[in-house]
């Protein structure tokens, strides 16, 4: 592939009729390029989001599946070798049936507050990876989302809407059980993690030597590392071979490994989290039509 040069137009590159492009604008311009690419006949790789927007992202997932557009979104985790190792357990059958997923997401301090205002808040933005990962490592779709949250530090969350605390009961239709907890406020440092329970064992991915928790039961062993400082480092892997995939389904034509409709679904949980927050009630998670 040739990369682009700085200050090229969008129309130049596409017309220049690139091997794939890359999408890693600022959000709001996520679905544009997509369609762009999708209408050009050119692979594309697209950075979480494909929109903050509902709306929007269903018309870009109902037009790449017309076009038959090769689309991959970059949601990491399906490419981080614990979260791979936990799936592969688990579809090999060795964890039993599943009956219970926990998922952390933890960031050691929050984000400013001028990305606060326009990120969508902490469902959309932060745990829409981990509602991405549920559904890929458990093969199931979410039916319902129970949420709430709290905003206990800096009052710019608070202001737009948005929560720094967070906690949220997924049930999966198969009545599998889902608790995904977050956080804007871990000072330990970066801390994601997964365990999947099931009837013959339990596993977890993300419990390293960095991870910042420790055990107070005596004798128990520390972590051995520095905890990570932030999602950069602990998935420095995850992104190297995400973008190898994305080459590989470039070359190959093979299928997208994270498509738009899989954004879709992620998103859908995100917003029916964020009824439930606000109406303090159970929300349904709506499917998608045509999927």
């Known amino acids: 592939m040739v990369g682009a040069q700085m200050g090229e137009s969008i129309e130049h590159l596409l017309s ?5 492009v890359v999408i890693a604008t600022p959000t709001e311009a996520h679905a544009d390029l997509v369609l762009r690419c999708c209408e050009a006949g050119i692979p594309a790789f697209c950075e979480k989001p494909v929109s903050a927007d509902l709306a929007v992202t ?7 599946r ?26 090999a059958g060795e964890l039993g049936e599943l009956r219970r997923m926990h998922l952390v ?16 808040g902490i469902y959309r933005d932060c745990q829409i990876h981990d509602f991405d990962v549920v559904r890929w490592v458990s093969g199931r779709e979410v039916v319902e989302v129970f949420a709430t949250g709290a905003n206990r530090g800096a009052g710019h969350f608070g202001e737009v809407g948005d929560v720094d605390e967070s906690a949220a009961v997924l049930t999966l239709d198969d009545a599998t059980l889902a608790t ?23 596993v977890v991915a993300g419990l390293d030597d960095r991870v910042p928790l420790r055990s107070v039961e005596p004798g128990a062993p520390a972590p051995g590392g520095a ?26 034509g093979s ?9 879709l679904r992620a998103l859908l949980i995100a917003e029916a989290a964020g009824i439930s ?11 998608p039509v045509g999927v």
């Open 58 to 64: 269903r018309h870009v997932a109902d037009r790449v």
């Open 277 to 287: 927050r606000r109406e303090r009630r159970p929300v349904r998670v709506h499917q």
């Open 105 to 120: 997401t933890a960031d050691p301090a929050p984000p400013p507050p001028e990305y606060v205002a326009t990120s969508g």
């Open 227 to 252: 905890s990570w400082p932030g999602f950069l480092e602990r998935f420095a892997a995850a992104y190297l071979a995400e973008m190898a995939a994305f080459l590989t389904m470039v070359q190959t």
């Open 180 to 202: 995904v907890q977050s956080s804007r406020y871990n000072g330990g440092g970066y801390d994601v993690r997964m365990e999947l329970a099931g009837t013959l064992g339990t």
């Open 66 to 91: 017309a076009t038959a557009a090769a689309v991959h979104v970059g949601f990491q985790r399906r490419f981080d070798a614990g979260y791979r190792a936990a799936r592969a357990a688990l579809c």
């Open 16 to 20: 220049s009729r690139p091997d794939g």
């Open 255 to 263: 299928p997208s490994p994270c498509t738009v409709d899989d954004s």
